[in-house]
């Protein structure tokens, strides 16, 4: 990257810049291919993979399903992001956007589509009445801390993240710059988690499951190499209590593992979780 770079008239996609994902990315949308998605038993088919994203969906199904709400029973398939399977025309048929998490809601007449995880876990929440309020002010501050998350996802990961982490060289100036907004989003939840138990307030919420996956990972260490030190971590201690509260919750231990392959590559049973070591679970 020189500093001298003088952006040329009109940008032309260079597929050769050596990144991470440049085998991924390109700049149109769309299915590159034909291929079906499988279909299985259960009323939720999810197709996605154990990113922080698609940890999200995973959680909240398992939830639902440990507070013994059997209709949340899902098949959680894989999607290899890096082998390209988002652009399978079956999933970009239930995905325009060609991203993890997308899932079909099977349990009514005709199936549903839904895309993007804010909105996944918001149709469940409402579906099943759970882990979000159903009006006042309990619900707007949910929904608040929900697309808090959903819009800062982005700054974290394909500005922090990607530069950081993933870029072939290391560009000061991003780096500098996604910091700087990484670690504000931090404070921003520090200090709302000094003041409450959970995002939303008394109540553990979607806001949560949407949260957790991103801040939990970067304030364990496990993402982005040494982000956790880069980043002064140890500097957001009411985040690292609300981590260390939610990372307990048996569904979440569940969720954390599903399409993954720490865990199971794919879930289309409860007892998918049983030849998992202890230690794992
Ligand atoms: N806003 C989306 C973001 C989803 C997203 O970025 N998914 C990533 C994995 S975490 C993905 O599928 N990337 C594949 C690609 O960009 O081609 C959501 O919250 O669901």
């Known amino acids: 990257m020189a500093e001298d770079y003088v952006p040329p008239k009109v940008w032309t996609w260079d597929k050769s810049n050596g990144g991470a994902f440049a085998a991924v990315n390109r700049p149109t949308a769309g299915a590159q291919r034909e291929a079906e998605l499988p279909v299985g038993e259960h009323p939720f088919q999810l197709y996605s993979l154990g990113t922080p994203n698609g940890q999200k969906v995973t959680i909240m199904l398992e939830e639902l399903l440990e507070l013994g709400i059997t209709a949340a029973e899902y098949d959680a398939w894989l999607i290899k992001i890096f082998e390209n399977d988002q652009f399978g025309s079956g999933f970009v048929s239930i995905n325009p956007n060609s991203k993890i998490p997308a899932m079909v809601d099977r349990s009514g007449p ?68 996604y910091s700087m907004e990484t670690k504000r989003l931090f404070d921003v939840a520090n200090n709302r988690l000094k003041e409450t138990r959970f995002l939303g307030g008394d109540d553990y919420s979607i806001a949560d499951m949407s949260a957790y996956p991103w801040l939990g990972n970067i304030y364990r260490g496990e993402a982005y190499g040494e982000a956790a030190t880069f980043l002064s971590m140890h500097e957001y201690e009411a985040v690292g209590r609300w981590v260390a509260e939610i990372d307990a919750r048996p569904g979440v231990k569940r969720g954390r593992l599903v399409n993954t392959n720490k865990g199971i590559l794919e879930r289309h049973s409860g007892s998918d979780f049983a030849a998992l070591p202890e230690v794992v679970l």
Do not use: C, T
């Open 110 to 177: 005709e199936p549903i589509r839904v895309f993007e995880s804010g909105a996944i876990l918001m149709h469940l929440a409402e579906k099943f009445g759970h882990f979000l309020p159903s009006s006042g002010a309990a619900r707007a501050e949910v929904l608040s801390w929900l697309f808090w998350q959903v819009g800062s996802a982005p700054f974290m990961g394909g500005g922090f993240g990607h530069f950081y982490h993933y870029a072939p060289f290391k560009i000061e100036y991003a780096i500098d710059r």
